[in-house]
């Protein structure tokens, strides 16, 4: 079945440093693509989405680009800050279905 | 400018109590997804629900879940007779009704259960 791979936490940064969460994923077909955020006691927020290979999602200074031939979809930021600090989840969507599969998040928490 | 609104945001119950939780879906969303949420966990499907009607309840549990989406109000998240497993966030979302799996979901703040 379709399964969403992400790396370990927690990853623990200074400001102004340069972020990497990888993310790999399983799926048939061509699935969307989720990057989702959840800060302390809150829900979760979408933070950027591609649904076709190659696309690439950007917001808040963060991107990820979908790689069919890698099956990947890397979160990365060029400077974090501390107001970043929080749990980031990689999720798919497979065509023609309508319920998300998630990875099983990272933790991240950056320093002053 | 509502977003998926979910309550109560705590909830504890005593082993075999009853927990009821509620969503209220975007303003004209008319497709509702529970998941829930286990301490360090990510999130796992549980049940897919549009108005009046189960979709997919591939990932509830057979015995003492169960999910309604009435013609009116919010959908209901229902655990009978709650056991110490059954602590986690709960977390509902909803999407307008495309049905083609490109749509995103937004979520609401969660319930958060302790079964004591």
């Known amino acids: 079945g379709d399964s969403v791979t992400q790396m370990e936490g927690p990853v623990t940064l200074s400001e102004e440093a340069f972020l990497t969460i990888n993310c790999t994923y399983t799926?048939?077909?061509?699935?969307?693509l989720f990057w989702y955020v959840q800060y302390p006691g809150e829900g979760l927020q979408l933070l950027l989405k591609?649904?076709?290979?190659?696309d690439k999602g950007s917001n808040k200074g963060f991107e990820a680009t979908y790689r069919k031939e890698t099956t990947s979809f890397h979160l990365e930021k060029g400077s974090v800050q501390v107001s970043d600090s929080a749990v980031y989840f990689c999720?798919?969507?497979?065509?023609?279905?309508?319920?998300?599969?998630f990875g099983t998040g990272t933790r991240l928490k950056v320093l002053a | 400018n509502a977003g998926v609104m979910q309550n109560p945001r705590h909830l504890v119950r005593r082993r075999g109590q009853e927990a009821r939780l509620r969503c209220s879906p975007v303003?004209?969303?008319?497709?509702v997804y529970w998941y829930r949420q286990l301490p360090e966990e990510g999130l796992k499907f549980m049940v897919y629900?549009?108005?009046?009607?189960?979709?997919?309840e591939s990932g509830m549990p057979k015995e003492r879940f169960s999910a309604e989406f009435p013609k009116e109000g919010p959908s209901i998240l229902r655990i009978q007779q709650v056991v110490r497993g059954d602590s986690a966030a709960y977390f509902c979302?909803?999407?307008?009704?495309?049905?083609?799996?490109?749509?995103?979901?937004?979520f609401g703040q969660g319930t958060r259960l302790t079964v004591v």
């Open positions: 979302a909803s999407s307008p009704g495309t049905g083609d799996g490109r749509t995103e979901a937004f």
């Open positions: 629900l549009q108005k009046e009607n189960i979709i997919d």
């Open positions: 591609a649904t076709k290979a190659d």
């Open positions: 303003k004209g969303h008319s497709h």
């Open positions: 799926a048939t077909g061509y699935p969307s």
């Open positions: 999720a798919l969507s497979s065509s023609g279905t309508y319920k998300y599969i």
